[in-house]
């Protein structure tokens, strides 16, 4: 489910596992005389009639919302008075056909009773059931806790427990039921399903159980396979918030082993947690901007972090230091130090990423807290989103990207098209990465393209410059790109302005200028120099801090 819609709505019941809310008298009242939001079948055939999938989702997630904030009131308070309203809420859930997303039930089986398996809602859902009838215990309605007891092992721990026995002592990536096919994936569904469902075994089943054993042995089993997906310097290329989701719901499950009978420590077991817990302090321009690569956004949440630091205490935060680099994943980011001023991140790569956008080269540059121009991260998930018609969008292929268009066209899609770093330097006052970016793109006519960064740390300014070569003449496009505005040589966002000089060779520029709609997000400018009929030239961009725009934007250092 951008991590910013479906997502981070869904995760809200891990969130407030490890947080108790200070809930008012008045939003206690409120909560009394709720009902469950409406989810009809309706609006769940929407997606498979049109591909909306955030109309069923909004309606789902606020009644788990809502839900999630019933127990926690009344865990906190524990007089049984919210009981018969969360009893209300289970009921609503039991009457659902099916606990699984509409987007992750394209054929409808789940919906149509002809094959059931978990996906992130319904693994999250039996984790919310599981807590609800944890909280309550016997105060709640023997018939209703009995009913959902019921549906938490039909939707949930039976074909989970049906595809750990397939898989147990196999090397099979692939599970038969197709549903299931995150069981051993590297990317954030198996952390977030597995993780969901084994803290719901802890609580449904009693320690020393066959049912929970075998479902913690198969949740440890796939450890490994998940941690493969980050780079060995602990990268998270499906981006911050990805990480606050995968990595989070990880943190999360480890802790609840550790704490439990079954005393398992995860954190000691595979190393490399470690380095990928790194990856929140060091991917940051500032404590509370990263940059937007892929489809997750965000910023590592400080809730994580937290925990992260419960777990390794040693861990140090970076937002301070002049410079983060993940030379495995080949990102790197560049800083102003403790001050504010200009911040750089900036990628090389390739196509073939998780939630993967054609990006090689791309970058964002901050001033203070506020992301003013470059990559401007994914667009609200539709159908089309996870489909074969995805690089149609111009959000999510290199079109609205800060990446050169080469001979009018664009990078190609797959782990083929990529870049490699050429050279990089770093010093106190200035930082240069070098990167050749020309396997990014399919024109045979294209002989070389070098992508230049330079971080002018003391004099608060980013050069970005295109050096290339055709064998024939041809054309040659490099964009800047903002969801503020283009004025009188300026990108301002929010109160923050960079001035901007263009400088060209081998042709002269013409300034083009357009915008992209991204639907339910802010629009895409672009504005750069289009150089014709060129055999070899170059584009470089200087990017420079208004001093005096400084006072408009924030910085906080530390944690």
Not at 78 to 93: C, D, H, M
Not at 255 to 262: D, G, I, T, Y
Not at 296 to 323: F, M, N, Q, T
Not at 448 to 453: E, K
């Amino acid at each position: 489910m951008e991590h910013k819609e479906a997502i981070a709505t869904c995760a809200l019941a891990a969130f407030a596992l490890l947080s108790v809310y200070a809930f008012g008298g008045d939003r206690a009242s409120e909560l009394l005389e709720s009902h469950p939001e409406e989810c009809p079948d309706s609006l769940y055939l929407e997606f498979s009639r049109n591909g909306n999938r955030t109309h069923y989702q909004e309606k789902l997630f606020q009644r788990g919302k809502d839900l999630r904030e019933l127990i926690d009131i009344e865990k906190a308070e524990g007089k049984g008075r919210f009981v018969p309203k969360i009893a209300e809420y289970l009921e609503s859930y039991a009457k659902l056909r099916s606990w699984v997303l509409p987007a992750h039930d394209p054929k409808l089986e789940v919906f149509n009773g002809k094959n059931l398996y978990a996906d992130l809602c319904a693994s999250n859902l039996g984790l919310l059931a599981a807590d609800a009838l944890d909280v309550c215990g016997s105060r709640l309605d023997p018939q209703v806790a009995e009913t959902m007891r019921s549906e938490i092992r039909r939707r949930v721990f039976d074909p989970y427990l049906a595809t750990a026995a397939e898989m147990k002592g196999t090397k099979k990536e692939k599970a038969s039921n197709s549903g299931h096919w995150w069981f051993r994936t590297k990317n954030n569904w198996n952390a977030v399903c597995h993780s969901c469902i084994v803290r719901a075994a802890l609580e449904f089943f009693p320690h020393g159980s066959e049912e929970r054993g075998r479902i913690v042995e198969a949740a440890v089993d796939a450890v490994p396979y998940y941690l493969s997906g980050f780079s060995s310097d602990g990268y998270c290329s499906e981006g911050a918030g990805y990480w606050n989701y995968g990595f989070g719901h990880f943190l999360l499950m480890g802790l609840a082993l550790r704490s439990a009978p079954e005393g398992i420590d995860l954190f000691a077991r595979f190393p490399k947690t470690k380095t990928i817990a790194r990856y929140g302090f060091q991917f940051r321009l500032t404590d509370d901007v990263s940059p937007l690569f892929a489809d997750g956004g965000g910023v590592p949440a400080l809730l994580y972090l937290e925990k992260c630091r419960e777990i390794w205490p040693d861990l140090e935060s970076a937002s301070a230091a002049e410079h983060s680099e993940f030379p495995a994943g080949q990102v790197w980011i560049f800083r102003p130090g403790a001050r504010k001023g200009i911040a750089l991140g900036l990628k090389c790569g390739h196509n073939g990423e998780f939630h993967n956008h054609n990006d090689v080269g791309s970058y964002d540059i901050s001033l203070g807290d506020t992301l003013v121009c470059g990559d401007v991260g994914g667009e609200i998930y539709t159908k089309r989103t996870f489909s074969s018609q995805r690089y149609k969008s111009k959000v999510l292929n290199s079109y609205a990207h800060p990446v050169p268009r080469v001979g009018g066209g664009l990078q190609g899609t797959g782990k083929k098209f990529r870049g490699k770093p050429l050279r990089v330097a770093t010093s106190s006052d200035r930082d240069v990465v070098e990167l050749d970016i020309r396997g990014a793109y399919g024109d045979t006519n294209l002989v070389s393209l070098v992508r230049t960064f330079t971080y002018m740390r003391t004099e608060d300014k980013v050069s970005v410059k295109d050096t290339f070569r055709f064998a024939a003449p041809s054309s040659f496009f490099s964009p800047v790109v903002t969801v503020g505005d283009f004025s009188e040589g300026k990108v301002t966002r929010d109160g923050a302005a960079l001035s901007l000089s263009a400088t060209a060779e081998g042709a002269e520029g013409k300034w083009l200028e357009e915008t992209v709609k991204n639907p339910g997000r802010p629009d895409v400018h672009i504005r750069g120099l289009l150089l014709e009929d060129v055999t070899k030239g170059s584009v470089e961009y200087i990017f420079s801090a208004i001093t005096n725009t400084l006072d408009n934007v924030s910085i906080r250092s530390g944690f």
